[in-house]
């Protein structure tokens, strides 16, 4: 089963408005992170969360993540219509190993 | 460009049959993943193999074989194939095998099953 579950499955926004997305994941992780991607292309990893880290910005992105409740959310500002992919988030178990992604995010973003 | 290469990008063939798809990892990682994606199941994770040695294991079907070679490259074999095997094979290399580094991916084969 999948480690990492995202929310919502789908999400349409209008350019300049700020898009979260959540995951939730189900056991001890070392680390989570975002990946984004285009349509049938590679994913590109974005963003990597420790687990004993909060929060982390990287530009217009801004991850939280709160392992009491096992969940983390990506935070796009002023989306623009680039934006628009599939985003991901994967997990690492306690050994930095099997990397499990969760089904993803669709966001389109609305010019 | 994230400097993983894998070939073919696509691949058009019959149920039963044979393929390899193949990735070249990029220079320096040590690390090698195979991940399947099809429209209904998202991104299934099938094996890792560090420095040649298997290291870690998914859901890989038992028609399915992997291994990585001293050269760091990998090949992913699927034998007797099934229409339901048609999907985006990607494969993704990292640095080591135990930290947090993030994995590369490369643009994937497209396997269709006819």
């Known amino acids: 089963s999948q480690q990492g579950e995202e929310d919502p499955q789908a999400l349409s926004i209008q350019e300049g408005e700020n898009a979260t997305m959540n995951c939730s994941y189900k056991?001890?992780?070392?680390?989570l992170q975002w990946y984004r991607q285009n349509s049938g292309r590679g994913l590109v990893h974005l963003i990597l969360?420790?687990?004993?880290?909060r929060e982390k910005h990287s530009g217009r992105l801004r991850v939280t993540l709160d392992t009491s409740k096992k969940s983390s959310s990506l935070l796009i500002t002023a989306s623009r219509a680039a934006d628009t992919a599939s985003y991901f988030c994967a997990t690492a178990d306690n050994y930095g190993q099997n990397f499990v992604f969760g089904p993803g995010t669709r966001l389109s973003v609305l010019p | 460009d994230s400097g993983v290469t894998q070939t073919p990008k696509h691949l058009i063939t019959a149920t039963g049959q044979r393929v390899t798809l193949r990735c070249s990892p990029r220079s320096g990682d040590l690390s090698v993943y195979w991940y399947q994606q099809s429209l209904d199941q998202g991104l299934q994770f099938l094996i890792q193999y560090y420095n040649g040695e298997e290291r870690a294991k998914g859901n890989i079907l038992e028609r399915f074989s992997a291994q990585q070679f001293p050269d760091l490259h990998s090949e992913l074999n699927l034998s007797s194939l099934e229409l339901g095997d048609s999907a985006l094979y990607f494969c993704?290399?990292?640095?080591?095998?135990?930290?947090?580094?993030?994995?590369?991916f490369g643009n994937g084969t497209r396997l269709t099953v006819t």
């Open positions: 969360i420790r687990s004993n880290e």
């Open positions: 993704a290399s990292s640095p080591r095998s135990v930290d947090s580094s993030p994995l590369h």
């Open positions: 056991t001890s992780i070392n680390n």
